[in-house]
């Protein structure tokens, strides 16, 4: 009966929760059908916590306690990037202790994250004398009931990815609409849903390659550099960037690029131009598209370039883990990873190495070749967090972006300089827009600004505006490593 009892009160307390202060409670359905849902993802949730205590009140507790937490997080992050919590972060959880610099959070260590938890744990054992288990007396029984309870969660998980269960789940959530099954189902039940659709849809058997045509090498030298946060200052109030006018004089196109995401998901951005596939293509593999494929797509620009006899080299001073690059890049066919080791000694920028020296490295990658060569590289001076102590004497985010922005920019004067006079292809672009106060979510449509010139003899006439999608983008430089090859400008 306490089980009942703890049960009722952690759903009740739970809708309270989402229709009065969860992400999105003023659009949040009544519906029988859809509180099921709620009721059927919080019920889940509850026998989880129940799994490693079997007692109600704390299991109850617990499950409350996860559904404001992942509301409060989710409020967060919206106001920080324009997103909700969705399934594919808690993927990301790992990241934040081995790259705190890389988030607005504290270290474990620090008082603020440390004091909490420590007094959470001696809640919770405080809790577990005081409550007791309802685990059967015999031990043969409790045995039995301690191995039931996860197995059959388990069983669950598991048919929900195939059979009538399956079935159901597909026909409630039949493709990602974030924004709409928050409002219908609420936080939890469409965190778990997307998470059981995705693990589904994984288990289908893998892409293969959609077109293995060989062509003719198309220019000598394509590079591909994705500008870590990138977009015209001047749309924030900043100063007149020199390379701006280089890009507007020189570039063969240039315009807006409209991306995935605001303010974080780098990934996304750079799927879409290494593969040329557009969001609606992925499934519920679009919020992170290399834990979805880890880079066995039906096809890869790096992929493309090496049947048309290219060497390929991938450029990043950052770690082989963060986001998996290392295996996603050789997935996508990159025969050469440039990463964090071949940069030990290269100075910093603030905490991370500087674009003068990620652009000295792709010069002499480009000046060392000795056949056709596409690069792609991406960089990482300007990633937030941009904070006070990160420049001497520059506290202010905006101040310290702008510091950046001019060195990315310098970086792209040098490498046209270099590149001048090659039979050569250069694009260069935004990854997103920076996470600044200045600069909130859905900002220029979530744009940033793109360059592609082309020197020697495929060099264009008058430089001309083409606003583009990122997948576009990288359908459009196909052209570049392949003679034959069409441009499907859209």
Known sequence: MSFLFATVAAFALCLAIEFGLGDVPERASRKAGDLAVRLCAYGLILLFWFVFS?????????????????????????AVIGEPLVFSDFALL????????????????????AGPLLLGLAGIVLWYRIEPSLLPASAGAAVAAVAALPLGLAALIAAAGRGPLGRRLARRFPRPDVEGDLARFGLPASLIAYALRWRAERARPASVAASATVRAPGDAVVVVIQLESFLDPERLGGPHLPAMDLIRARASEYGRLRVPAHGAYTMRTEHAVLTGRAAGELGFGVFDPYLASGGNEPDSLARAARRNGYATIFVHPFHRDFFQRARVMEAFGFETLVMEEAFADAP?????????????RVRAEVAARRGPLFLFGVTMENHGPWKPGRLPGIDDPLAQYLHHVAAAGRMVEDLVAALTGLDATLCVYGDHAPALPTCRPGFG????????????????GAPRRVDRTADDLGRRLRAAIGRDAPSPHT
Request: charged letters at 15%; proline letters at 12%.
């Open 94 to 113: 790992p990241q934040v202790p081995r790259h705190p610099q890389l988030y607005y959070v504290p270290p474990v260590t620090s008082p603020r994250i």
């Open 445 to 460: 449509d979530r744009a940033t600004d793109y360059a592609l010139f082309r020197f020697g003899p495929a060099a264009a």
């Open 54 to 78: 079997w007692r109600p009140w704390l299991a109850a507790s617990s499950c409350v306690l996860t559904v404001a937490i992942l509301h409060l997080v989710s409020r967060l992050k919206r």
């Open 348 to 360: 910093r920028v603030g905490p991370y190495v500087g674009d003068a020296a990620f652009g000295a």
